[in-house]
Nanobody, 126 residues
Framework: QGRGMEAGGGSVQSGGSLIHSCDVA????????VGWFREAPGKEREGVAA???????NYADSAKGRFTISQDNAKNTVYLRMNSLQPEDTAMYYC????????????????????WGQGTQVTVSS
């Protein structure tokens, strides 16, 4: 894993909300594709959402309608707002970035991202 790109996370009760932020200011590339992934104990890492440098977004089915990814280019920061959290959302959440532009469902492929944060834990209690 890389440097501590992520901030946020924490513990909430079912139905609660959290906001993650991902600082991509340390990368030399002028354009980055940024994605959020999560890994729950005993499960494979899965893609959650992604955004390109034009602001186009993609979401995994599990995130649609509940999570929102956005970016503040002036602050070199990408945000992931998570609403209506459920216990099954409990996982370590990672921010990933890459200068490539991904098409279709490629944003869900964690092997395509070259830069990774150290992760931040989210715990949702029922």
């Amino acid at each position: 894993q890389g440097r501590g790109m992520e901030a946020g996370g924490g513990s909430v009760q079912s139905g609660g909300s959290l906001i993650h932020s991902c600082d991509v200011a340390g990368h030399t590339y002028s354009h980055l594709f940024v994605g959020w992934f999560r890994e729950a104990p005993g499960k494979e890492r899965e893609g959650v959402a992604a955004i390109d440098d034009h602001g186009s977004t993609n979401y995994a089915d599990s995130a649609k309608g509940r999570f929102t990814i956005s970016q503040d280019n002036a602050k070199n920061t990408v945000y992931l707002r998570m609403n209506s959290l459920q216990p099954e959302d409990t996982a370590m959440y990672y921010c990933a970035a890459d200068p490539a532009h991904f098409l279709g469902d490629q944003f869900l492929d964690d092997t395509l991202y070259g830069f990774w944060g150290q992760g931040t834990q989210v715990t949702v209690s029922s």
